[in-house]
């Protein structure tokens, strides 16, 4: 059995923008508006809104060993489930119920490590506004 290797997405800093393919980093979108933060969406081309329709800002989070580890279950999960079929040897149905199960819990931990740290890139744009305010410049 072979298994997928998974592409490194950030290859010695080199900055190239393949967000259509495989996608390289999550982009979260926040609509100073609505103040409503989301993740942004594969198929998704434009920043925007999904309530206002205004533009949204997107906020980059780089991935972390999680993301790789969610990649990695996503191709080992179905890959036990296939041994399963052929083989029918019970304990390879578990290993990848568990790898799914693992997948969500780990996916789910990630998304929230993603939305906190869009969070605090949003606290330092709102507190420019803050100082925009004070400014009267708003
Ligand atoms: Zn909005």
Redesign the pocket.
């Known amino acids: 059995m072979s298994i997928v290797l998974i592409r490194p997405s950030t290859t010695a800093g080199s900055k190239i923008n393949t967000a259509r393919s495989f996608h390289s980093t999550v982009k979260y979108l926040y ?1 100073p ?2 103040k ?1 933060l989301r993740l942004k969406a594969w198929y998704e081309r434009r920043n925007r ?6 533009d ?1 800002t997107a906020i980059s989070v780089p991935n972390s060993w999680l993301t790789y580890v969610t990649y990695g279950l996503y191709v080992i999960a179905p890959a036990l489930a296939a041994v399963y079929l052929t083989t029918d040897v019970r304990p390879y149905i578990w290993l990848s119920l568990g790898g799914v199960i693992i997948m969500i819990v780990v996916s789910f931990v990630d998304v929230s490590r993603g939305a906190a740290y869009a969070k605090k890139r949003i606290k330092v744009t709102d507190g420019d506004l803050q100082g925009f305010r004070k400014r009267g410049w708003r």
């Open positions: 609509c508006k609505c409503e809104c999904s309530r206002c329709y205004r949204a």
